[in-house]
């Protein structure tokens, strides 16, 4: 038998609803987390910020220093100093690179909401750590940015997109399907785009 309007109807509305809701419930948290850091981002000229420094030294043991200078320059250091660093000063280089210079080991370490580096001397054997943390509104800053937040985070965020792109899309259909009943629908929709549009035409120079 041939579907009748009202049947198509009440299968569209099935399927858009169950989209809809399964979306907002992927995407709930996550863009309470954006919006929230959306406005921090925008003040952050007048959010005080009350960095914390934190260092830490030790001395690389000879049997060490000879493994450092044996792999020249290679990008990343010996599995073994990495096991030093990690059980002696708590220091994790996994997957960081190592920038050599004239008688020193140089890492970056940046992270959300702070940034950290470790040097080594290939003389003296000397390792210097410093991490600044800024804060934890800076941190949820750095992961609505993707700053520093490493590849599992940016698989998220793709994630997190696509749910709001559906939840975005299923209630504009759903709009589409009940706007006959409600006059006001497309008039607000419009003001949605016509008011950013408006305000970046006249204030965005």
């Known amino acids: 038998m041939r579907e009748t309007p009202p049947q198509r109807r009440a299968f569209w509305l099935k399927h858009l609803h169950r989209w809809h809701w399964i979306s907002a419930a992927l995407s709930l948290i996550g863009m309470l987390l954006f919006a929230a850091t959306g406005i921090t981002l925008n003040n952050a000229a007048h959010i005080e910020a009350s960095p914390s420094v934190v260092t830490r030294e030790g001395v690389l ?105 559906v939840f975005c899309l299923t209630g504009l259909f759903l709009l589409q399907l009940h706007a006959g009943n409600r006059p006001a629908t497309w008039p607000v929709v419009g003001a949605g785009l016509a008011i950013p549009l408006l305000l970046a035409l006249l204030f965005i120079h």
Do not use: M
């Not at 890492?107 to 390792?127: E, F, H, N």
């Open 61 to 165: 043991p000879e049997p060490l220093r000879a493994e450092l200078a044996a792999a020249g320059e290679a990008p990343t250091l010996p599995l073994s100093i990495e096991r030093w660093l990690a059980a002696e000063l708590g220091v994790t280089i996994s997957g960081h690179e190592a920038e050599r210079s004239s008688g020193e080991v140089y890492i970056a370490l940046p992270r959300p909401g702070g940034d950290a580096w470790l040097t080594i001397d290939t003389q003296s054997g000397d390792v210097a750590y410093e991490l600044t943390r800024r804060g934890w509104i800076s941190y949820l800053n750095d992961l609505h940015k993707g700053r520093n937040t490493g590849i599992v985070w940016s698989w998220f965020l793709d994630v997190f997109a696509g749910a709001c792109v």
